[in-house]
């Protein structure tokens, strides 16, 4: 798991309290590319609209960490 991901799940449980058994989940459905984390938490329903628009801005504040397949 790389240092940006750890950043994240930090954050998904600290300021969201986004329960570990969604992130693991989340981790398991999650292609090969780990910056489409928030985006399967938001599939799956485990994050609301809401909390997907404060991970995107969490992102972009801690800067470094792309979306999207070409990431």
């Given at each position: 798991?790389?240092?940006?991901?750890?950043?994240?799940?930090?954050?998904?449980?600290?300021?969201?309290?986004?329960p570990e058994?969604?992130?693991?989940?989340?981790?398991?459905?999650?292609?090969?590319d780990s910056?489409?984390?928030?985006?399967?938490?938001?599939?799956?329903g485990l994050?609301?609209?809401?909390?997907?628009?404060?991970?995107?801005?969490?992102?972009?504040?801690?800067?470094?960490?792309?979306?999207?397949?070409?990431?």
């Amino acid at each position: 798991m790389s240092n940006k991901q750890t950043q994240l799940i930090g954050f998904l449980r600290r300021e969201l309290a986004i329960p570990e058994s969604a992130i693991a989940t989340a981790l398991r459905h999650q292609e090969q590319d780990s910056n489409q984390l928030p985006m399967v938490l938001w599939q799956y329903g485990l994050v609301t609209l809401k909390q997907l628009e404060r991970i995107f801005d969490w992102l972009e504040k801690v800067g470094n960490y792309e979306i999207g397949p070409n990431a």
